[in-house]
């Protein structure tokens, strides 16, 4: 349960985060944004896997942060022109 909650709140930043550096407006409600957040963490994890060669990794760090930020604005900029 409370790996399900810290998925939520961290999307929710991650989402945040991405909207709030995406240059443009972006009309999201509260659960599209936390979707987001919760992607840009898939399509960032995806990319360092897939450039390492390794299986996901767990743990906390800033560069995965960034990188999950990175990969919301990526979807943003997907969703707004295809």
């Known amino acids: 349960m409370l790996n399900l909650v810290s998925i ?8 945040l985060l991405a909207r709030v550096l995406y ?3 972006v009309d ?13 963490s898939l399509v960032a994890g ?3 896997s897939w450039r ?9 760090s800033r560069a995965g942060c960034l ?3 990175v990969g919301a604005m990526l979807l943003i900029f997907l ?4």
């Open 8 to 15: 939520l709140i961290s999307g929710l930043l991650v989402g």
């Open 23 to 25: 240059l443009g407006p």
């Open 28 to 40: 999201m409600g509260l659960g599209q944004t936390i979707l987001l957040g919760i992607g840009g």
């Open 46 to 48: 995806l990319a360092a």
């Open 52 to 60: 390492d060669g390794r299986p996901w990794s767990e743990g906390f």
């Open 67 to 69: 990188a999950s930020v």
């Open 79 to 82: 969703a707004r022109h295809f």
